[in-house]
């Protein structure tokens, strides 16, 4: 009988590996002279990019952040003049963030380097086995909903 996966300490593992080797990328865009967004930053930058003007709340949920994360990570990609906040004009207790245009500017080196990274992860997998880690990986991003206990998820 085969032992089964150690999947906790694969997912953490993995997780840590991935970090660390898009913290090498970074790096080595560093040397180049060039500020590389971190996986947060290009985070935000993709949810702005298709909802400029995404507030606070909403990058919250979209990431997976909690409102604080958030809020720090906003600060400092506005120190880098990528975003700027501004108060919703429906509701003055509403930030509102908004691509500038050096935020903009990061747009395609991210798309380019996303393209890199998800070819490095996927090569020597076919797409039915893509598609079951991407299903494994969606229902462990929603054990805790009330409609997880054992359904599947898309």
């Known amino acids: 009988m085969a032992h089964r996966p150690r999947l906790v300490f694969l997912l953490n593992s993995a997780q840590r590996r991935l970090q660390q080797w898009i913290?090498?990328?970074q790096a080595e865009a560093a040397r180049d002279g060039i500020t590389a967004p971190t996986p947060a930053q290009g985070g935000v930058l993709f949810c702005l990019a298709r909802e400029d003007g995404a507030t606070m709340g909403q990058l919250a949920d979209t990431l997976d952040l909690a409102p604080?994360?958030?809020s720090g990570l906003v600060q400092r990609m506005e120190a880098l003049d990528?975003?700027?906040r501004h108060p919703c004009?429906?509701?003055g207790r509403t930030q509102r963030v908004w691509l500038r245009p050096a935020g903009l500017a990061q747009q395609q080196p991210l798309r380019e380097a996303?393209?890199?990274i998800n070819a490095r992860l996927t090569t020597g997998f076919t797409d039915a086995e893509l598609q079951t880690v991407a299903r494994w990986l969606s229902h462990v991003q929603h054990?805790?909903?009330p409609s997880s206990s054992g359904k599947n998820h898309d």
Do not use: F, I, K, Y
Request: hydrophobic letters at 50%; zero cysteines.
């Open 23 to 25: 913290g090498v990328q």
């Open 68 to 70: 604080s994360a958030v």
């Open 82 to 84: 990528w975003v700027a």
């Open 89 to 91: 004009p429906q509701d």
């Open 114 to 116: 996303m393209v890199r």
């Open 143 to 145: 054990l805790d909903s």
